[in-house]
């Protein structure tokens, strides 16, 4: 299983930005996509996830609101699209897949591949 993500960029507060993320390697359609991030000297942390049954979606509340997980199952793509962009959302993104779900879709433990992230920084 391989995943790539991109979109990463320099964005002023306020604007938007639209993250992918393209796998290989397994049925996008039977497994669970999410995202996470990683700022610096901080823990990587749950951002949004999409269920791989009924595409029911999952945010942090630090990003409810402003970020809609997506995607592709034709494409065997992920997405994020990121709106109302704030400073402390700067970190590295990274997209998560796992086959099935867990109720503890927050923890970065119970993700089986990840891809090798993308930065994004948001400037005040």
């Known amino acids: 299983v391989q995943l790539q993500a991109s979109g990463g960029g320099w964005v002023q507060a306020g604007g938007s930005l639209r993250l992918s993320c393209s796998a290989s390697?397994?049925?996008?359609?039977?497994?669970?996509q999410g995202w996470f991030r990683q700022a610096p000297g901080k823990e990587r942390e749950f951002v949004a996830a999409?269920?791989?049954?009924?595409?029911?979606?999952r945010y942090s509340d630090s990003v409810k609101g402003r970020f809609t997980i997506s995607r592709d199952n034709a494409k065997n793509t992920l997405y994020l699209q990121m709106n109302s962009l704030k400073p402390e959302d700067t970190a590295v993104y990274y997209c998560?897949?796992?086959?099935?779900?867990?109720?503890?879709?927050?923890?970065?433990?119970?993700?089986?591949?990840w891809g090798k992230g993308t930065l994004v920084t948001v400037s005040s």
């Open positions: 390697g397994l049925t996008f359609s039977r497994s669970s």
């Open positions: 999409i269920r791989e049954s009924n595409g029911a979606t």
């Open positions: 998560a897949v796992r086959h099935g779900w867990s109720v503890q879709h927050y923890d970065s433990e119970t993700w089986t591949y």
